[in-house]
């Protein structure tokens, strides 16, 4: 069956130290992997794309790998804040139709 | 990018009844889509709703259940009919800008009792 799979505990970092989220993925050939930021009542926010043929892409303290044997995308926060408290979804993107299949998120709590 | 509104925000609603649910975007999009997110769950995709064709739904929803307008480049509306206590979720709609990403409405709470 597919299934994309991402930690469904939370995920308590000390500030300052790097958090490091993971997205597995099984019986999907995306083209493209991006993840979004949701904070509670609030509608998801895009933050990084990577494509099936780029291994890594960064973005200010923001980074993402994608191993496409693995089927797998992990997501750094550097020097990680209070402020960046929040849920993660990944979200694979299969094909050109800009349609999404999206992992349940992940938690992550920043404790000062 | 793209900013978007949804009405209402958030609605109990008695069983039986249907409750519509408008997102207005600032710009003219051709793709939008609607969702469904349970607590904790993952989004799921209701239905695809480009203007000028006719809506085009996931396996599990249905037109009668939830219908859906796309008059113009920067409005839909998505019909929650006949509600049910199953049917409380959170409602969002998003859009496409031409590119991957996909920028999204703050949601509509509906809660059936």
């Known amino acids: 069956s597919q299934k994309i799979e991402q930690n469904s505990e939370a995920l308590n970092i000390q500030e300052g130290k790097t958090a490091t989220l993971t997205c597995n993925y099984t019986?999907?050939?995306?083209?493209?992997l991006q993840w979004y930021r949701q904070d509670p009542g609030r509608g998801p926010v895009f933050l990084l794309l990577?494509?099936?043929n780029e291994k890594e892409k960064r973005k200010e303290r923001l980074k993402v790998t994608f191993d496409t044997t693995l089927k797998q995308s992990l997501f750094h926060i550097t020097a990680s804040q209070p402020a960046d408290s929040a849920t993660y979804l990944c979200?694979?993107?299969?094909?050109?139709?800009?349609?999404?299949?999206w992992g349940a998120g992940t938690k992550l709590i920043i404790k000062p | 990018s793209a900013v978007i509104s949804q009405k209402p925000s958030r609605d109990i609603c008695q069983r039986g009844t249907s409750l519509t649910i408008q997102c207005q975007v600032d710009?003219?999009?051709?793709?939008m889509f609607w969702y469904r997110q349970q607590p904790g769950q993952s989004l799921t995709l209701i239905a695809t709703?480009?203007?000028?064709?006719?809506?085009?739904?996931e396996s599990g929803f249905v037109i009668d259940k939830f219908p859906i307008s796309r008059p113009n480049l920067t409005f839909s509306t998505l019909t929650v009919s006949n509600m049910s206590p199953e049917d409380s979720s959170i409602y969002l709609c998003?859009?496409?800008?031409?590119?991957?990403?996909?920028?999204f409405g703050p949601g509509t709470r509906l809660l059936v009792l």
């Open positions: 990577i494509r099936e």
């Open positions: 709703a480009n203007q000028g064709s006719e809506a085009t739904y």
């Open positions: 019986n999907y050939s995306p083209a493209y």
């Open positions: 998003s859009v496409a800008t031409g590119g991957e990403t996909q920028y």
């Open positions: 710009s003219q999009v051709t793709m």
């Open positions: 979200a694979l993107g299969l094909d050109s139709n800009y349609q999404l299949i």
